[in-house]
């Protein structure tokens, strides 16, 4: 299985835009391609408020948009392009991307540069995809044109490039997470088409109906999930996930105390973060054939107590097994649960008014590692991240 290895970004919100910078193949590294980021199968950004954690969570969220035919709708919904670009369109006139697979002996890479045009958007100037396999001195280069509004990259999948198939892949399964919407109109609390289950959705709004789908397609990672979630919410008996008699196509995520089967309790009547524990719960527990793969979450932690968050980065650690994970976080207490090398830390540089990321030296900081727990080098701004 290729496995996401780096991102390069030029000119993408807060990340600094180099007009000498540029998507080329080239043998090797890209030497200018913008500010990089690497992944490992635990990824875990550091930063301080406003560092530009949540941008490159965000860049993840436009892929999951892109590959579905719907980047101008992503646009539209972050305030059109002048919010994408590097302090905006007038000093910014274009963005540039690439985004690296690396497997057995092989190398894939899909590259984009998107352009400011009117009204308020952005348009494909380049799309080209790669693959390189060891060995050979120079890569496979596709060009999927420009000029275009969404990308070409699933049209030429099915037209039979398979290239293309292996970036399209490993794009559309780099999917972004983010539960913290548990308010009482939040899709999570509200009633969900049974059917809409093949695989949980980004905000949890699905959820009554996917867990009803695993307890009838995999009951041992259903009841895994049940368990787990009595270790954060001990009362908990199991879901009752029935379809309503009135109309026996939605359902809601109803639920009984344990040892009580005389009261049907209801979502309105779970706490925030028990409800979002419950997402959390399902999104790292699921079969290993339906999990992503790469799940990308910013600040799962919210409104979780202490010990549940030790029990999210043993799940975590679980599914890191099976896919990747990237999370960004502000929890100490989650911090402590992963090593030095886990850490990306993401910072403001005040000169050059723009994100820069960084990886600590494991090697380098060893004598600090013996002496202090990761969120301790994290406080005493021996890593960075810090205001």
Not at 10 to 39: C, M, Q, T, W
Not at 56 to 79: C, D, H, K
Not at 246 to 254: A, K, Q
């Amino acid at each position: 299985m290729d496995r996401l290895t780096k991102i390069w970004l030029n000119g993408y919100k807060s990340f600094k835009y180099d007009p000498h910078a540029h998507p080329g193949v080239v043998i090797g590294e890209p030497a200018h391609l913008g500010e990089s980021v690497e992944f490992g199968d635990v990824t875990v950004l550091l930063g301080a408020n406003g560092a530009g954690k949540s941008n490159l969570v965000s860049f993840f969220r436009m892929l999951n948009f892109m590959v579905t035919g719907a980047l101008q709708e992503y646009i539209g919904r972050e305030g059109t392009s002048d919010s994408l670009l590097y302090y905006g369109r007038q000093n910014t006139l274009r963005m540039q991307a690439a985004v690296e697979f690396t497997g057995q002996e092989r190398r894939n890479r899909y590259l984009m540069t998107l352009a400011d045009a009117a009204p308020d958007t952005l348009i494909f100037t380049d799309e080209v995809v790669t693959f390189r396999r060891e060995g050979y001195p120079r890569p496979q280069e596709v060009s999927l044109g420009s000029g275009h509004k969404e990308s070409r990259l699933k049209e030429c999948y099915e037209q039979g490039d398979a290239t293309c198939g292996v970036i399209f892949y490993m794009l559309s399964r780099c999917r972004c997470y983010q539960f913290h919407d548990t308010s009482p109109t939040a899709n999570i609390r509200k009633k969900v088409y049974v059917e809409d289950a093949d695989y949980l959705r980004s905000d949890g709004g699905n959820l009554a109906a996917y867990l009803r789908a695993l307890r009838q397609t995999h009951r041992a990672y259903y009841d895994r999930i049940i368990q787990t979630i009595r270790l954060a919410f001990p009362q908990f008996g199991d879901f009752v996930l029935e379809p309503a008699p009135e109309n026996n196509r939605y359902l809601l995520l109803n639920w009984r105390e344990a040892g009580r089967s005389d009261y049907l309790f209801g979502p309105h009547q779970l706490s925030d973060g028990t409800l979002r524990f419950m997402a959390l719960a399902a999104l790292f527990l699921q079969p290993p054939q339906k999990l992503p793969s790469v799940i990308v979450i910013d600040e799962p932690e919210l409104g979780l107590h202490p010990y549940a968050i030790t029990v999210l980065a043993s799940m975590m650690n679980t599914a890191a097994k099976k896919c990747q994970v990237v999370l960004s976080t502000q929890s100490t207490r989650l911090v402590d649960e992963f090593d030095v090398g886990q850490i990306t830390v993401v910072e403001r540089d005040p000169k050059e008014n723009c994100t820069r990321c960084k990886h600590p030296d494991a090697i380098v900081l060893e004598d600090w590692v013996r002496r202090y727990s990761t969120s301790e080098l994290w406080e005493k701004n021996v890593l960075g991240g810090r205001p």
